[in-house]
C-alpha cells in the first residue's frame, strides 16, 4: 500500500472525492490521485503576474488558517494590488479552514455577504 495520510483534514478533502459506481459497486475517486498530485504545483499557481492584465475591483474575502504558511503577511500587498477592496479574516487553524473549523468559515462568510448587504 502508498502513503498514507494521518492527518485528519486532508482525509476529509480526499472523501470529497469519492463517488459511487453504477449498481452500487465499490467508492472510486471523482478525480483519481496520480491527477491531483500532478496538478499540485498548478493548483498552488496564481496564473497573472501583473496587476495591469487581470484585476479585480470589487470586494473581496481571503480567509486564511494562521498556522498555515500559503499566504503570509507579506504577500498581502501583492494581494492588494489584485483585489483592491480585498477583508483578510484570520482563523485560528492550518491550511483546511473550512475542515478544521467549519462553523468560525461560515460565520466569516455570512458577515462578509452581510456587510456587503449595507453597503
Known amino acids: 500500500m502508498g502513503f498514507v495520510s494521518q492527518a485528519v ?3 476529509q478533502f480526499l472523501l470529497t472525492n469519492l463517488v459511487k459506481t453504477p449498481q452500487n459497486g465499490p467508492l472510486k475517486l471523482r478525480v483519481p490521485i496520480s491527477t491531483l498530485a500532478s496538478s499540485l504545483s498548478n ?5 497573472f503576474k501583473s496587476p495591469d492584465e487581470a ?10 488558517g494562521t498556522q ?9 500587498p ?8 480585498f477583508t483578510i479574516c484570520d482563523i485560528d ?3 483546511w479552514v473550512i475542515s478544521e473549523r467549519p462553523e468560525a468559515f461560515r460565520q466569516v462568510v455570512v458577515s462578509f455577504f452581510k456587510d456587503l448587504d449595507k453597503e
Open 9 to 11: 483534514p486532508i482525509r
Open 43 to 47: 493548483m498552488g499557481d496564481f496564473p
Open 55 to 64: 484585476r479585480y475591483k470589487g470586494p473581496t474575502l481571503f480567509v486564511r
Open 68 to 76: 498555515s504558511h500559503y499566504v503570509t503577511d507579506d504577500v498581502l
Open 78 to 85: 501583492v494581494i492588494g494590488q489584485f483585489f483592491p477592496k
Open 93 to 95: 487553524c492550518g491550511h
